[in-house]
């Protein structure tokens, strides 16, 4: 934002901070992206629309964690590999059309979908119903602790992301699960 538009990074991240539970909406399907982001440039003099924003969050999604992804394919076939992710409707559209590694996933679970995001009580029970899978068979790996600690709620085993050499490193001495 700050090289694009010129707008302050530490701004608009207190901007989108205030505005997090109406993020979280947006994120459980209970908002348009568009009523998001007119809340997000309400009384701001930002010179920024809402197709800017839309773009470049879109620009934003695609950039994969280097590393990642050739650790998802070796284990692509040996594990049902499922997506989980907190997103809207435009913003999966967008990836499945621009990223075709996310065709990788045997089942991909949004959040909008759901109805819930992945901090919620209630995300995890559902996954494992939707998914029919049980819980002690399953690792969910994620960037965010409380994410963690919900799904061990319920019984699934959890790895924190750090980064890519790290996960590897949990995957084969935590796990046993070798990666190529």
Same mark, same amino acid.
């Given at each position: 934002m700050e090289e694009k538009y010129s707008i302050p990074a530490e701004e608009f991240l207190n901007r989108k901070r205030r505005k997090n539970e109406r993020f979280l909406d947006l994120m459980r399907g209970n908002l348009t992206e568009e009523q998001y982001w007119e809340e997000l440039? /309400?009384?701001m003099n930002?010179?920024?629309t809402i197709e800017d924003l839309k773009r470049t969050s879109r620009e934003y999604l695609n950039q994969p964690v280097e590393g990642t992804m050739e650790i998802v394919k070796s284990l692509k076939g040996k594990y049902?590999? $499922?997506?989980l992710t907190d997103h809207v409707k435009g913003w999966m559209e967008y990836l499945e059309e621009q990223n075709q590694d996310i065709k990788i996933f045997d089942k991909i679970i &949004?959040?909008?979908e759901l109805g819930n995001v992945k901090p919620d009580k209630e995300t995890f029970p559902k996954v494992l119903e939707k998914a029919k899978i049980l819980? /002690? /068979?399953?690792?969910f790996i994620d960037d965010h602790e409380i994410n963690i600690k919900r799904a061990k709620e319920v019984g $699934?085993?959890? $790895? &924190?992301f750090k980064s890519a050499k790290q996960l590897k490193k949990d995957l084969e001495e935590k796990y046993s699960i070798l990666i190529n």
């Open positions: 440039l /309400e009384d930002w010179n920024i049902q590999l $499922i997506l &949004v959040s909008y819980a /002690e /068979e399953t690792l $699934i085993h959890g $790895i &924190v």
